[in-house]
């Protein structure tokens, strides 16, 4: 492989030179050239993908090439065919689901995790991948102010976990078997989960992985009147009727920004409830534990101190590419005890004195990547108060929509807005049979199909209803205030053809 158009890797595997340092050197840099290109160019890519399904199977070969191919041939590829079929969830103007940040610190660690390669599943394996994950780990928790019980040097600690996901799941695994030890390996079909209706599908996700019995997943009506929070009251009520039944429940998850409308659910009372029971209570920050950093928002954190397990990613708003999901549990033997095993292959003198931690029974794959490198690298090179103007800058943006919105009075706003989420829909006439959802769905897929946008929707409370994230790295005003012309003038055209 080189640029210049011939290819070296000559006639069969003898003269593959995989990984030659001068090679890297000189395709990184042309890699990291086009890269660099892509992000300047970013804005005149349509931001969603506008291309039908099945299209690259028109554009490329039915099997794998038999010689290689050169680095150019590649990157006239990447340009003509992958680009046209890539979402740019990097684009300024993307304002769908919720971010999914890259930066250049981000992207140096990532960098320099695909250099050293390592699978870094016991201490041994690489030491400083271990240890460096601990200590950023332990950094992160005093920015986010959780209680000392959540450091490594309590009976507690954080991991990093590939998703938000594999986060819920391995707590409900450690959660499952401290009851089921209390109670009794045959209590199973008795276990019962206890989330709101605006809880992340992670949730049910891993009720199925972990063998909770479907029926015994309880899904409670958030509260409409408290914008989408569950009522602990109503959580109270659900876990009274199945402990009269002879169920045992021993799982709460609260969220802080909920998918849908970015909701903060009660965390104190939530938290008393579950202790009370002796059940787990896990809290899913996925998207707003970043803004949880900043002084006036950390009070959406307030109960945390009754929490078993917290979870946020910081690949959704912390700069830090994908995939860096930061879990910490109160007690980590309940998860080790869970997820340990230890097969001869594996033993070693480090682990089998016990004086190290081996995040493979942390989690559910063996091998894990250098992923603590590219956190680290973010809150080195930018540090905590960049880090809080950079939230604070998409919060504000947000505002500004939110006011844009509460401008017109063909819109409304559907929910309160608390952190970068604003949740709104063009009103449909009184007449309208749908209640707004074809108009809505129009309008949504009008901005989209323009490709000068992306936005996505939920339903709230039977309102289908258009979500406007901010927080992709490089939104600024302009593109706030471009997204929103955009939005005016598809709503008039609608009202023109209506
Ligand atoms: N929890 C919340 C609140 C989310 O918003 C999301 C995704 O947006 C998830 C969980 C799932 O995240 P992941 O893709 O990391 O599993």
């Known amino acids: 492989m080189d640029g210049s158009g011939t290819s070296d890797g000559g006639d069969g595997g003898g003269s593959l030179r995989p990984m030659d340092a001068e090679q890297l050197r000189e395709c990184g840099h042309r890699m990291v050239d086009f890269i660099a290109d892509y992000y300047k160019s970013m804005e005149t890519f349509p931001v969603l993908s506008q291309v039908q399904p099945g299209y690259l199977?028109?554009?490329?070969?039915?099997?794998?090439?038999?010689?290689?191919?050169?680095l150019d041939a590649l990157f006239d590829d990447i340009r003509e065919k992958i680009i046209p079929g890539v979402t740019h969830w990097q684009s300024p103007s993307y304002f769908a689901y919720?971010?999914?940040?890259?930066?250049?610190?981000?992207?140096?660690?990532?960098?320099?995790?695909?250099?050293?390669?390592?699978?870094?599943?016991?201490?041994?394996?690489?030491?400083?991948?271990?240890?460096?994950?601990?200590?950023?780990?332990?950094?992160?928790?005093k920015m986010l102010k959780l209680p000392s019980q959540f450091l490594s040097d309590a009976p507690g600690g954080g991991v990093i976990q590939g998703t938000a996901s594999e986060a819920v799941l391995v707590v409900l695994l450690a959660a499952r078997d401290r009851t089921l030890k209390k109670h009794g390996k045959k209590s199973l079909e008795k276990l019962v989960v206890y989330a709101?209706?605006?809880?992340?599908?992670?949730?049910?996700?891993?009720?199925?992985?972990?063998?909770?019995?479907p029926e015994n997943f309880r899904v409670v009506k958030a509260d409409c009147s408290k914008n989408y929070a569950v009522a602990p009251e109503a959580v109270s009520e659900a876990i009274s009727v199945d402990l009269s039944s002879g169920l045992i429940p021993f799982f709460i998850c609260a969220t802080v920004g909920t998918t849908s409308s970015s909701a903060v659910d009660p965390l104190p009372e939530?938290?008393?409830?579950?202790?009370?029971?002796?059940?787990?209570?896990?809290?899913?920050?996925?998207?707003?534990?970043s803004a949880c950093m900043c002084p006036e928002y950390r009070h959406h954190l307030d109960g945390v101190e009754k929490a078993d397990s917290f979870n946020m990613n910081a690949h959704k708003w912390f700069l830090t590419n994908f995939d860096c999901s930061l879990l910490w549990v109160k007690d980590r033997s309940y998860l080790v005890e869970a997820l340990s095993t230890n097969p001869e292959f594996l033993k070693n003198k480090a682990?089998?004195?016990?004086?190290?931690?081996?995040?493979?029974?942390?989690?559910?794959?063996?091998?894990?990547?250098?992923?603590?490198?590219?956190?680290?690298?973010?809150?080195?090179?930018?540090?905590?108060e960049n880090l809080q103007s950079y939230i604070r800058k998409h919060i504000q943006l947000a505002e500004h929509f939110e006011q844009l919105v509460l401008s017109d009075s063909r819109f409304e706003v559907v929910t309160p807005r608390l952190f970068s989420l604003v949740c709104f829909r063009l009103l449909p006439p009184t007449s309208e049979y749908e209640g707004g959802r074809q108009l809505n769905y129009d309008l949504m897929d009008a901005a989209n199909s323009s490709g000068k946008i992306f936005i996505s929707h939920t339903v709230l409370a039977g309102k289908f209803v258009l979500r406007f994230a901010v927080g992709a790295p490089l939104t600024e005003e302009q593109h706030v205030d471009a997204a929103w012309k955009l939005l005016q003038d598809e709503a008039t055209k609608l009202s023109g053809s209506a």
């Open 57 to 70: 199977k028109e554009l490329l070969p039915d099997s794998a090439p038999n010689r290689p191919d050169t």
């Open 196 to 213: 709101s209706d605006q809880t992340h599908s992670a949730l049910q996700k891993a009720c199925q992985v972990a063998g909770i019995f």
């Open 270 to 289: 939530l938290g008393n409830i579950a202790q009370g029971h002796d059940m787990w209570f896990h809290i899913d920050a996925a998207y707003a534990g």
């Open 351 to 384: 682990s089998q004195a016990n004086s190290v931690v081996d995040f493979k029974d942390w989690q559910i794959p063996l091998g894990r990547r250098f992923r603590s490198l590219k956190l680290w690298m973010v809150l080195r090179l930018y540090g905590v």
């Open 98 to 141: 919720y971010p999914s940040n890259s930066s250049t610190a981000g992207f140096l660690g990532e960098m320099l995790s695909a250099a050293f390669n390592i699978v870094g599943f016991s201490w041994i394996t690489s030491p400083a991948a271990t240890e460096l994950e601990v200590i950023v780990l332990d950094w992160f928790a």
